[in-house]
Structures are given as C-alpha cells and as structure tokens.
C-alpha cells in the first residue's frame, strides 16, 4: 500500500479551511431550520465524515439517517445514468425537513436520482448539502442549496473521498497524481 505522499500532488483545501467553512454551513443551516423537524441523511460512505462535522455544528435539534446507492454500468471513478439504493433509510421521512448531505457532486446523476426517489416519500422539505462540487463535469441538473466549496476538474481524496477505499480519513482534501497512483487491488 503506497503512503498518500507518493501520489499527493497537492493539497487543495486543507483541514482549517474545511473545518472553518463546515461551521458556516452548520450556523447558516441552524438559522433556515428554527422549527426543528430536520433530518440529516449522508449517503454512504464519502459523507461520513462531512456529515459528522456538519452534525456537531448545528445547533438545532436534528436526526440522522444513512442511505447507500449505487450507480449502474460504472467505470470506478465515474457514475452514469441511475442509482440502485443499496441500503435505505430506517426512518419514514413523510413530514421531515430532509437534508441530503454529500461529500461530492461530480455528474450530478447520484444526487439527482436520490432526489427523484425521496421526494416520492413526501417529506415536507428535501435540499441537498455537499461539500464539493465539480461544475463542469456536471451532466444532470442538481439543486446544490448548501455547499462547502467549487473546485476544478481535478480527481480528489480525503475526507470521505476515496481512492479504492482508501484515505477517506484523511483530514484535507488532496488532488491525486495519476501517473504516481497506483491502485493495491
Ligand atoms: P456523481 O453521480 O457523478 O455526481 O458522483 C458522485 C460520486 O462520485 C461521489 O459521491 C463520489 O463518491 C464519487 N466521486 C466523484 N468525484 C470524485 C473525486 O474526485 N474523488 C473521489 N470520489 C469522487
Ligand atoms: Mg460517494
């Protein structure tokens, strides 16, 4: 297994930039949802750690659900078309203040599917709050109403995002060098 080091070719947004603008988002979100009802949903497993954060810097009383989806037909690094849900929420979300929380909209068709799915369920709001977004890489249109922040068209891993699975704990976001990386599997 290669150490990050040898494939990090640069740090993009690093933990006190993460972490700072997570608060922001986490007071901006405390104020749009006074009345309570919220519910936090992170689709595994790149949200975790965004999710968690996010969770720790809202000040309304809130809950928490997971969902896991996949996409169909994918190369690894990239979704098309739909997404299966692979493992769905335990909470019924009729009535709820539903926020969906990503680590990343690329595509845009992973969002875009989990949207059209849960607002069949009737909820009494569904937004979508993702640290990263990738504008030009975007092919379906998604409502992004809290976002950490834009970046270029770069392949990226830490903090959630992996690469293989791998170094989702890390504490910064960092750009891969692909002609360095080399996958253990
Ligand atoms: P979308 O359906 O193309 O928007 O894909 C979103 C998903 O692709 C994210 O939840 C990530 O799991 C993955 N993804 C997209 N870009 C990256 C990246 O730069 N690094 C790691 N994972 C990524
Ligand atoms: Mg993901």
């Given at each position: 297994m290669q150490n990050y080091n040898e494939f990090l070719s640069e740090i993009l947004i690093d933990s006190d930039s993460l972490q700072a603008r997570i608060k922001e988002l986490g007071a901006q979100i405390s104020l749009d949802y006074p009345d309570g009802d919220l519910m936090l949903i992170c689709i595994l497993r790149g949200g975790v750690p965004f999710m968690v954060d996010l969770s720790r810097s809202i000040t309304v009383p809130h809950m928490m659900d997971f969902m896991a989806v996949s996409s169909y037909g994918v190369g690894k690094r990239e979704s098309t078309g739909s997404a299966r849900v692979t493992l769905d929420l335990q909470t019924d979300i009729r009535s709820m203040n539903v926020l969906l929380v990503e680590d990343i909209v690329d595509s845009g068709h992973t969002i875009s599917a989990v949207l059209q799915m849960l607002e069949t369920r009737q909820p009494k709001s569904l937004k979508v709050c993702a640290l990263l977004d990738k504008p030009e890489r975007r092919e379906a249109a998604v409502p992004i109403?809290?976002?950490?922040f834009s970046i270029p068209n770069k392949f990226v891993f830490g903090y959630g995002l992996d690469l293989d699975e791998y170094h989702r704990n890390l504490p910064f976001i960092g750009v891969v060098d692909l002609d360095k990386y080399k996958p253990a599997h």
């Open positions: 109403d809290y976002l950490g």
